[in-house]
Nanobody
């Protein structure tokens, strides 16, 4: 079992930025991703990184940016211009290998290991 450790969640105001981090042992050689789940909604894919190559839903880079610090087996999720609709639990996920999807159409079933989630609350 791989331990996925997220950090960086919290309470912010609309318009603020927040950066989440996720560390996975051996994470520099596997695909890692971020998802979020709001109450009553399905888990939503945000971004993935495969060996430093980012992928986003539909191939579009928006307010959220994923980056990797390979030396520390860490991926970050930079979130800008946050709105109350971004309020959710944010999950980091990792595969046991690499999976590159240029389309950015990752699903939860593409990942083998999950963190416990970090809560992000955006107040209006």
């Amino acid at each position: 079992q791989v331990h996925v450790a997220e950090s960086g969640g919290g309470l912010v105001q609309a318009g603020d930025s927040l950066k989440l981090s996720c560390t996975v042992p051996g994470g520099d050689s596997v695909t890692m991703g971020w998802f979020r789940q709001a109450p009553g909604q399905e888990r939503q894919f945000i971004a993935a990184d495969t060996l430093g190559e980012p992928a986003y839903p539909g191939g579009v880079v928006g307010r959220f940016t994923i980056s990797r610090d390979g030396l520390r087996n860490t991926v970050h999720l930079q979130m800008n211009a946050l709105t109350p609709e971004d309020t959710a639990i944010y999950y980091c996920a990792a595969r046991e290998d690499t999976l590159w999807k240029s389309s950015g159409h990752y699903t939860a079933s593409d990942f083998h290991f999950w963190g416990q989630g970090t809560r992000v609350t955006v107040s209006s």
